[in-house]
Nanobody
Framework: QLQASGGGLVQPGGSLRLSCAAS???????????WGWYRQAPGNQREPVAW???????NYADSVKGRFTISRDNAKRTFDLQMSSLKPEDTSVYYC????????WGQGTLVTVSS
């Protein structure tokens, strides 16, 4: 299971840190997998936001580059998304999955950026 957490309501310009914890069958393969954060706003398709390889290389969607940072902790079997300078258009449900997203989608965590 992949469990995303850390969402909430934040004002424009604020910050949030999302975390994804792997458990169960993901635990043993966590270190060799690439992982990613995705988001889906109402009426939009789910899109990749940031991803990190098993070597620690990172990539970002152009819309979040310079504002979001993805990281991983193989010992804890977690990967995080630090989001800064948040904008109203970042409002979405954020999901974590493999990269590519070959695992079942979890519930995600809602991020709302609003004043």
């Amino acid at each position: 299971q992949l469990q995303a957490s850390g969402g909430g309501l934040v004002q424009p310009g604020g910050s949030l840190r999302l975390s994804c914890a792997a458990s169960g069958s993901f635990y043993s393969v966590f270190g060799i997998n690439n992982w990613g954060w995705y988001r889906q706003a109402p009426g939009n398709q789910r899109e990749p936001v940031a991803w990190i390889t098993n070597n620690g290389d990172t990539n970002y969607a152009d819309s979040v580059k310079g504002r979001f940072t993805i990281s991983r902790d193989n010992a804890k079997r977690t990967f995080d998304l630090q989001m800064s300078s948040l904008k109203p258009e970042d409002t979405s449900v954020y999901y974590c999955n493999g990269r590519p997203p070959y695992y079942p989608w979890g519930q995600g965590t809602l991020v709302t950026v609003s004043s």
